[in-house]
């Protein structure tokens, strides 16, 4: 698991906290919220919450991209976003 993801600059304000009103949607917001309410849950109970929580932002993040983050949020690693 490589525990960090890459957004396109597009896709950053999307992701982020701030810009979530303009949006409509924070992944950012969203991430963290799971990460609290479902941390050692099972991977295949977070993996449509963290898909839909990115079809909301309009983020294309891979299915890969998507269970790692699951997995993540399931062990309590932390994971870094990176933007590309």
């Known amino acids: ?5 890459t957004v396109d600059r597009q896709g950053l304000g999307r992701s982020l906290t701030q810009w979530g009103d303009v949006y409509g949607t924070s992944y950012q917001r969203d991430f963290a919220s799971l990460g609290r309410s479902h941390r050692g849950r099972p991977v295949a109970e977070i993996l449509p919450l963290l898909r839909r929580a990115a079809e909301n932002a309009r983020l294309g993040f891979t299915p890969a991209d998507l269970l790692e983050q699951a997995e993540a949020i399931s062990s309590g690693i932390p994971y870094e976003v990176r933007i590309g």
């Open 1 to 5: 698991m490589g525990n960090r993801i």
